[in-house]
């Protein structure tokens, strides 16, 4: 079980699969923002950079995380940086993220929502013992959830009494991003960021090769995809209902909240892959159209221009978005004579 907290977001969120080429890869790995994060560069020089990327992403664990008591959206939650009027001044970064997260929950419609906080804690997918919270005091929550109440006034946030952020569905991505920039100031021009599965890369895995980034089989094994992706210089993220769950007297519980029950949402759909040019727009549109279903998400996706994306059915069918722009070999699934079952 030790292991689980470890493994888990490696082996749900999706792999890489480094075709071979130019460049010999220099990886670090370390468990940050509660979960696996690897960055690889492929030049034996920008090694130190490496270190680097991880101090970032502990900074900003310090700044987004809603669990560390002195991070500053926990500060922000429980009210104590609040002025007269209720507003929170706030560091540029988490005033930029909570924009970003405003935005996202105005364009899916409340699909996604950055006050999810509210109902969050209520539930705990991460460890054992697993309990589905109290109905009434999911409700009694809920009605504390609605971003259109929060309000941003230059470096200062609105977040009502009694409302929380979650800023879960995001952080990743956001932070993926800024990892990129970093690097990419450094003079890095190939590398990949993978943040528990959040792929981001930066150009190419040589001058011949596009990286090869695989999707998950919802609910398969860890080496087990259902397609490899070609890419170059995109961002690849999956959200998926196999990530955190539990099952409870029969019922199936997952960590994808619809933000009006406050349940795991009902949708039709066991994952859905955005790929699109920054990493925070596909971890906030994975996450928004896994709430949406099949229909609206991808009437979503379909509505936005350079976005591309794979819709996978609870039954296992696989839907593109329009005009899917992307290279990719589906994986045969494996069957059980093959398996050698
Ligand atoms: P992701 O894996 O990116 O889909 O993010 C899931 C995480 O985001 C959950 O573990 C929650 O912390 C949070 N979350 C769950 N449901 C929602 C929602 N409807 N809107 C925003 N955040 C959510
Ligand atoms: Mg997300």
Same mark, same amino acid.
């Given at each position: ?41 492929? $030049?034996? #020089? ?14 900003? #664990? ?21 002025? #007269? ?39 705990? +997918? ?9 109905? *009434?005091?999911?409700? =009694? *929550? ?9 309000? &941003? ?17 995001? *952080?990743?991505?956001? &932070? *993926? ?73 029969? $019922? ?18 066991? =994952?859905?892959?955005?790929?699109? !040019? ?23 996706? !379909? ?7 794979? +819709?996978?059915?609870? !039954? ?26």
């Amino acid at each position: 079980m030790k292991y689980r907290k470890i493994l888990l977001p490696v082996l749900l969120a999706g792999f890489l699969f480094a075709s071979c080429g130019e460049g010999k890869p220099v990886s670090r790995t370390g468990f940050q923002l509660d979960t696996v994060v690897t960055v690889t560069v492929y $030049e034996p #020089e920008q090694e130190p950079l490496l270190h680097d990327c991880m101090k970032l992403c502990e900074e900003y #664990e310090r700044k987004f995380s809603r669990t560390l008591p002195e991070s500053e959206i926990s500060r922000l939650n429980s009210g104590e940086l609040a002025d #007269e009027a209720g507003y929170a001044a706030l560091s540029e970064e988490t005033v930029e993220l909570l924009s970003e997260g405003r935005h996202y929950s105005e364009l899916s419609d409340g699909a996604f929502d950055l006050t999810i906080g509210a109902v969050t804690p209520l539930w705990n +997918f991460t460890s054992e013992p697993h309990e589905v919270p109290d109905a *009434a005091a999911v409700e =009694a *929550a809920v009605s504390r959830v609605g971003w259109e109440k929060t309000e &941003i006034s230059g470096q200062k946030f609105l977040l009502p009494s009694g409302m929380a952020i979650d800023c879960g569905a995001i *952080a990743k991505g956001y &932070i *993926a991003d800024r990892i990129k920039d970093y690097l990419k100031a450094e003079g890095v021009e190939r590398a990949l960021i993978n943040l528990g599965g959040n792929v981001l890369c930066i150009g190419s895995r040589s001058a011949q090769r596009p990286f090869r980034v695989g999707v998950r089989r919802p609910f398969g094994g860890a080496d087990d995809s259902v397609l490899t992706l070609e890419i170059t210089d995109q961002s690849v993220v999956t959200s998926g209902i196999y990530e955190r769950c539990f099952t409870k007297n029969g $019922e199936f519980y997952h960590h994808i909240l619809d933000p009006s029950t406050g349940f795991p949402t009902q949708s039709d759909l066991s =994952a859905v892959t955005v790929i699109s !040019d920054t990493s925070v727009q596909g971890d906030a549109l994975s996450t928004a159209c896994m709430v949406l279903g099949l229909e609206k998400g991808m009437a979503l996706i !379909d509505s936005l221009p350079d976005v591309d994306a794979i +819709f996978i059915e609870r !039954d296992g069918t696989l839907h593109f978005s329009a005009d899917f722009s992307v290279k990719y070999e589906l994986v045969p699934e494996k069957n059980s004579s093959e398996a050698g079952l």
